[in-house]
Nanobody
Framework: VQLVESGGGLVQAGGSLRLSCAAS????????MAWYRQAPGKQRELVAV???????RYADAVKGRFTIARDSARSTVSLQMNSLRSEDSAVYYC???????????????WGQGTQVTVSS
């Protein structure tokens, strides 16, 4: 499984960024797609996840500000981040689950990470 992320950067508080991730696999198909983030000294945390059927869930800290979307035909997932705050600064990671024989069997697939820095 290969995941290629793009879209991080430096933005002022209140600004917006859009992250993208493209997944490719030769064994199985892409199931749920998610974004996690990890700030210095903190554990990696779930930001948003979207299932292959389209259901989604957000961390409370980003509800109303972030939007996750996917294009299943292209196996891509995006994260539109608006009204960014300094506490959103972190390395953001794309994560996907791989489905084989009709069920998710592999969740440990991560992108290289992209830095998001929000200046106050």
């Amino acid at each position: 499984v290969q995941l290629v992320e793009s879209g991080g950067g430096l933005v002022q508080a209140g600004g917006s960024l859009r992250l993208s991730c493209a997944a490719s696999t030769t064994a199985g198909r892409v199931g749920s797609m998610a974004w996690y983030r990890q700030a210095p000294g903190k554990q990696r945390e779930l930001v948003a996840v979207i299932a292959d059927g389209g259901a989604f869930r957000y961390a409370d800290a980003v509800k109303g500000r972030f939007t996750i979307a996917r294009d299943s035909a292209r196996s891509t997932v995006s994260l539109q981040m608006n009204s960014l705050r300094s506490e959103d600064s972190a390395v953001y990671y794309c994560n996907v689950a791989i489905i084989r024989f009709g069920r998710p069997v592999d969740y440990d697939n991560w992108g290289q990470g992209t830095q998001v820095t929000v200046s106050s």
